[in-house]
């Protein structure tokens, strides 16, 4: 049973940075992709990014150029570094571990993850 731990959320003001954190633990890590996901009040879950085991990134067009998906296998945790955040990236931040180790053309859709966080909440206020 694999188990995700995210933390750094918080609140901050438009234009700022945050750096979240997912450490996970019991079963396998470095060999699967690793997706982050959000959830605004009242809508739908929604993919952010995503990186393979070899370190390929795959990112929303929203978040494009603002945030930056990396892991570091050693420690089992994948991270996201949101820059010049905005109002419209408040939610609740989700990580989830993918059932395969490579991208596929279904990357972005939440049924590809086989294990989830409990969630980080990040508010961007104006």
């Known amino acids: 049973q694999v188990h995700l731990v995210e933390s750094g959320g918080g609140l901050v003001q438009a234009g700022g940075s945050l750096r979240l954190s997912c450490a996970a633990s019991?079963?396998?890590?470095?060999?699967?992709?690793m997706g982050w996901f959000r959830q605004a009040p009242g809508k739908e879950r929604d993919f952010v990014a995503a990186i393979n085991y070899i370190g390929d990134t795959y990112y929303a067009d929203s978040v494009k150029g603002r945030f930056t998906i990396s892991r570091d296998n050693a420690k089992n945790t994948v991270y996201l570094q949101m820059n010049n955040l905005k109002p419209a990236d408040t939610g609740v931040y989700y990580c989830?571990?993918?059932?395969?180790?490579?991208?596929?053309?279904?990357?972005?859709?939440?049924?590809?993850?086989?294990?989830w966080g409990q969630g980080t909440q990040v508010t961007v206020s104006s």
């Open positions: 019991g079963g396998a890590f470095s060999s699967k992709v």
């Open positions: 989830a571990r993918s059932k395969f180790a490579y991208f596929t053309n279904t990357i972005s859709y939440s049924f590809e993850y086989d294990y």
